[in-house]
């Protein structure tokens, strides 16, 4: 073979990138057909969060991008084809000679015009469904170049309480289950007589069953359980052998429910975005440049005496921390020493002076090298909240420049929520199994969110230091209880080690639920004080 045979048969076997429409088309067309992402996941044989990724502007490469790209021809072809077939009855010009419907029917002369339907004056523009216009919210705003909705990925010129948003549900391109969330609930009609309303046969509506404090409907499926059930079945009630594999697939399983409790969430989590370089590994076995505030805190000094020490184990730590503000989308870069409580991230920061280490861990943990380090948002907040009128303990942190995103703090509530609920279940009926797993589920999906192997559905290496922060600061809001109802505090290690001396059992509530505690150790510290010596 000539070079010119090599070249040509090189020409000959490369193929080009097939072209993809946008991230907000992608979505529609896959919601215009009234498919869900778990249905389209599976055609494509990858995971949900995975076409969730490709909906927020994460690209697909190789054959199962040829595949999502003629997915999404033949969505656009057949949407395309029975657009005319669907138009809406009420945007339909009216023939001559009929009646316009009745609700868009004009005013009578001497009528007033409802105040819904009322026409904005000249030069003003109408309000959102999520409160008032621009002139009467300060949390919606006009962009000067327009952004993707949030909601239906198309292109908006204003952002309300931080997210880019269309003001007007009618120029919103969701699907009608998705743009009502733009409308304002309606007005509950008044009832009619007892007697005009017969009592509702059963058997037509939803059947529910309890699930912890709340209700599902009975088809919802219950991963967990049903996990445990075929773990125990496969391996012939061998608990042992039951729990180890569970804990095996903790990490899989872990994404799978949260795909499930993310049904019909207001946004999508970008599960691979781009990251700064101060959340990038330094080296490749060395850590990023993020302090987590990890606290590592021992008493110097005790009063003379000797004492009873009981170390505390806070219960489900990160579990707790879950409820943390999670930024939602690619983090981006601002200088200022300005704090904006809607948006969540990573900020440098010149920490404030601690005083209180003699009897108080350092909010910041154990660090001992001075000047400005990279801190999360929860440490961040501790810092705000102790730095306020309230508690007065340290001057405010100087924020140097932030790298954040708009933010919500129930992001994963339904995630946490379902993992507790199963605990306590757990608990209750003395199921090792199930607690073994569940225990595994969260604790692996926090540590292997950052660019893990074992987790390659999701790579948030600014979630997991958050998570984990979250977690430090609940242990020091404990220690601070503690401290303000008489106890005294001799150690605070990790997120869950708590050794106080004093009637704890008057501050903590004991047990096994994720707000209780559980005693770790019993111990004895210090020197009997003689008779007569003064203490």
């Known amino acids: 073979m000539t070079d010119f045979d090599a070249i040509d048969a090189l020409l000959a076997g490369a193929r080009q990138e097939?072209?993809?429409?946008?991230?907000?088309?992608r979505r529609a067309l896959r919601e215009g057909l009234n498919l869900s992402r778990t249905q389209l996941a599976r055609a494509l044989e990858v995971s949900p969060s995975t076409v969730g990724g490709w909906e927020s502007g994460r690209d697909p490469s190789g054959e199962v991008r040829e595949k999502y790209a003629y997915f999404l021809k033949g969505a656009r072809t057949k949407l395309a084809a029975a657009a005319p077939a669907e138009q809406p009855e009420e945007t339909a010009p009216a023939e001559a000679g009929t009646e316009r419907p009745e609700e868009t029917a004009p005013a009578e002369a001497g009528t007033e015009r409802p105040e819904e339907t009322a026409p904005a004056e000249a030069g003003t523009e109408q309000p959102s469904a999520h409160g008032s216009g621009d002139d009467g919210?300060?949390?919606?705003?006009?962009?000067?170049?327009?952004?993707?909705c949030v909601l239906c990925g198309q292109p908006a010129r204003h952002q309300v309480a931080g997210f880019p948003q269309h003001l007007d549900p009618s120029h919103c391109g969701t699907p009608e289950r998705t743009r009502t969330l733009h409308q304002a609930p309606p007005t509950e009609p008044s009832l009619p007589p007892a007697s005009a309303h017969p009592r509702p046969r059963t058997g037509g509506g939803v059947k529910v069953v309890p699930a912890g404090r709340r209700l599902k409907t009975a088809d919802d499926p219950d991963l967990i359980a049903a996990a445990v059930s075929a773990a125990?079945?496969?391996?012939?009630?061998?608990?042992?052998?039951?729990?180890?594999?569970l804990v095996r697939r903790a990490i899989p399983d872990a994404m799978a429910l949260l795909d499930q409790t993310r049904k019909g969430g207001r946004y999508d989590i970008v599960a691979h975005p781009w990251l700064p370089d101060v959340l990038r590994k330094q080296t490749s076995r060395g850590p990023d440049q993020i302090w987590e505030a990890r606290p590592k805190w021992t008493r110097a000094e005790l009063p003379p005496g000797e004492f009873e020490v009981t170390a505390l184990d806070v219960n489900g730590a990160y579990l707790s921390a879950l409820k943390t503000h999670l930024p939602l989308g690619q983090l981006e870069h601002s200088t200022g020493d300005r704090h904006d409580r809607r948006r969540a991230g990573v900020h440098l920061i010149t920490p404030p002076a601690w005083e209180h280490d003699a009897y108080l861990p350092n909010p910041i943990g154990s660090r001992d090298e001075p000047g400005p380090l990279w801190v999360t948002?929860?440490?961040?907040?501790?810092?705000?909240?102790?730095?306020?009128?309230?508690?007065?303990?340290?001057?405010p942190p100087e924020i140097h420049e932030s790298w954040t995103s708009g933010a919500t703090e129930g992001l994963l509530e339904k995630f946490r929520v379902a993992l507790k609920d199963a605990r306590d279940r757990a608990i209750a009926e003395n199921d090792d199994v199930t607690l073994?797993?569940?225990?595994?589920?969260?604790?692996?999906?926090?540590?292997?969110?950052?660019?893990?192997?074992?987790?390659?559905?999701?790579?948030?290496t600014d979630w997991m230091h958050l998570i984990r922060s979250q977690a430090f600061a609940n242990l020091w809001w404990k220690a601070h209880r503690a401290y303000d109802e008489g106890l005294m505090v001799v150690r605070a290690m990790g997120t869950d080690e708590l050794h106080v001396i004093g009637e704890w059992r008057a501050v903590f509530p004991e047990g096994r639920g994720v707000s209780e505690v559980k005693v770790k150790d019993v111990y004895t510290v210090g020197t009997p004080v003689a008779a007569g010596q003064d203490v």
């Open 18 to 25: 097939v072209p993809l429409p946008p991230a907000g088309e």
């Open 137 to 148: 919210d300060e949390d919606v705003v006009a962009l000067s170049t327009p952004q993707p």
């Open 232 to 245: 125990l079945d496969q391996h012939g009630g061998d608990v042992e052998a039951a729990t180890a594999a």
């Open 377 to 395: 948002e929860p440490t961040l907040r501790l810092l705000l909240r102790l730095s306020g009128p309230k508690y007065g303990l340290c001057d």
């Open 436 to 460: 073994e797993y569940v225990k595994a589920m969260y604790s692996k999906f926090v540590s292997t969110m950052g660019e893990s192997n074992y987790n390659r559905e999701l790579y948030r």
